[in-house]
T-cell receptor, first 114, second 116 residues
Framework: ETGVTQTPRHLVMGMTNKKSLKCEQH?????MYWYKQSAKKPLELMFV???????ENNSVPSRFSPECPNSSHLFLHLHTLQPEDSALYLC?????????????FGNGTRLTVT | AQSVSQHNHHVILSEAASLELGCNYS??????LFWYVQYPGQHLQLLLK??????LVKGIKGFEAEFIKSKFSFNLRKPSVQWSDTAEYFC??????????????FGSGTRLQVQP
C-alpha cells in the first residue's frame, strides 16, 4: 500500500477521445506531481502542485491539462493525444516541495494511445 | 537543464556478488540526492537519500551510496546481492529547474537482474 492511489491502472484511448487520470493521496501531503515514464527514458516531470496551486509546468503540451481541486486529489485530463504519448503516468506526493521530503509514488496508469 | 546519467542500463549478477550502480549529475550547486527502487509490479519507493553530512549514506536492505562532490557522483552499492534485489533502480537529484524552482530530476534507470 503506497498511500497514493491512481485510477485507472490501464487505459486505452483513441486520438480523438477525452479521458482523465485520477490520483488520490491519503498521506496528508501538500504537494502532488505528475510524472511520465517511457521505456528506456528518464522519468519526466510534468506538473507540480503545492497547496493546490500549480508551481511547475515543465513545458507540457496543452493536450495534457492538470487539475488539483484540493491537496489530496490530482487529475490529468487528456485530449487529442498522439501515439507517442503512450507511457506510464505516475502520480506522486510529498510533504512540502519535495526538496527534503521524499516522493511517494502511486502504481501508475499505463496509457496506450491508438 | 539539469541531467542525471545512469550509464548501466541492464546489469546481471549472481547471488552474493557485489553491486555498484553509477549515477552522475550535472548541477554544480547544492543538491539533494536520492535512490529509488521499483520492484516488479510495484510502485517506486525510496531506497536512501543524501542531504548533507557524512557522504556515505546507508539505506534499507543493506544498500549504501557515496556522494563524491568532486565527481558529481552518487553511486549505489551493496556488498552481496540477493535474488530479491531484482528490480529497477533510479537515481534522482533535487536541483533547480529552469524556472528557479527545485524538483526531482531522475535518471533513466538501471535494471538489475540477480540470478539464483
Amino acid at each position: 500500500e503506497t498511500g497514493v492511489t491512481q485510477t485507472p491502472r490501464h487505459l486505452v484511448m483513441g486520438m480523438t477521445n477525452k479521458k482523465s487520470l485520477k490520483c488520490e493521496q491519503h498521506l496528508g501531503h501538500n504537494a502532488m506531481y505528475w510524472y511520465k515514464q517511457s521505456a528506456k527514458k528518464p522519468l519526466e516531470l510534468m506538473f507540480v502542485y503545492n497547496f493546490k496551486e500549480q508551481t511547475e509546468n515543465n513545458s507540457v503540451p496543452s493536450r495534457f491539462s492538470p487539475e488539483c481541486p484540493n491537496s489530496s486529489h490530482l487529475f490529468l485530463h487528456l485530449h487529442t493525444l498522439q501515439p507517442e504519448d503512450s507511457a506510464l503516468y505516475l502520480c506522486a506526493s510529498s510533504q512540502g516541495g519535495g526538496e527534503y521530503s521524499p516522493l511517494h509514488f502511486g502504481n501508475g496508469t499505463r496509457l496506450t494511445v491508438t | 537543464a539539469q541531467s542525471v546519467s545512469q550509464h548501466n542500463h541492464h546489469v546481471i549478477l549472481s547471488e552474493a556478488a557485489s553491486l555498484e550502480l553509477g549515477c552522475n549529475y550535472s548541477y554544480g550547486g547544492t543538491v539533494n540526492l536520492f535512490w529509488y527502487v521499483q520492484y516488479p509490479g510495484q510502485h517506486l519507493q525510496l531506497l536512501l537519500k543524501y542531504f548533507s553530512g557524512d557522504p556515505l549514506v546507508k539505506g534499507i536492505k543493506g544498500f549504501e551510496a557515496e556522494f563524491i562532490k568532486s565527481k558529481f557522483s552518487f553511486n549505489l552499492r551493496k556488498p552481496s546481492v540477493q535474488w530479491s534485489d531484482t528490480a529497477e533502480y533510479f537515481c534522482a537529484v533535487n536541483a533547480p529547474l529552469g524556472t528557479g524552482r527545485r524538483a526531482l530530476t531522475f535518471g533513466s534507470g538501471t535494471r538489475l537482474q540477480v540470478q539464483p
